[in-house]
């Protein structure tokens, strides 16, 4: 369960990371003359800090469905 939070939160930071650089140069390559290293940082850093909490509130609903099958099949009398 830890293992699957962590692969989701460092993906979805990755992802988040990407996605801004890839924002960043395609406007600078449409509006021309933006300050790209300062864009970049800016983008960058906003994204370290939104992708992990994407991954937390993604994972979130996978624990409670895994909390739920294990109580079942504590309880089956519950089903």
């Known amino acids: 369960m ?10 979805s930071t990755l992802v988040a990371v990407l996605a801004g650089v890839i924002a960043v140069l395609i406007y600078d390559a449409i509006a021309g003359g933006v300050n790209r290293p300062l864009v970049l940082g800016i ?14 509130f993604l994972s979130a609903p996978m624990e409670d469905g895994e909390i739920d ?5 504590r309880a089956p009398s519950r089903r």
Do not use: F, T, Y
């Open 69 to 73: 099958d294990a109580a079942q099949a």
């Open 43 to 56: 983008v960058v850093v906003m994204a370290l800090v939104i992708g992990p909490l994407i991954g937390l």
């Open 2 to 11: 830890k293992h699957r939070r962590r692969s989701l939160v460092l993906g």
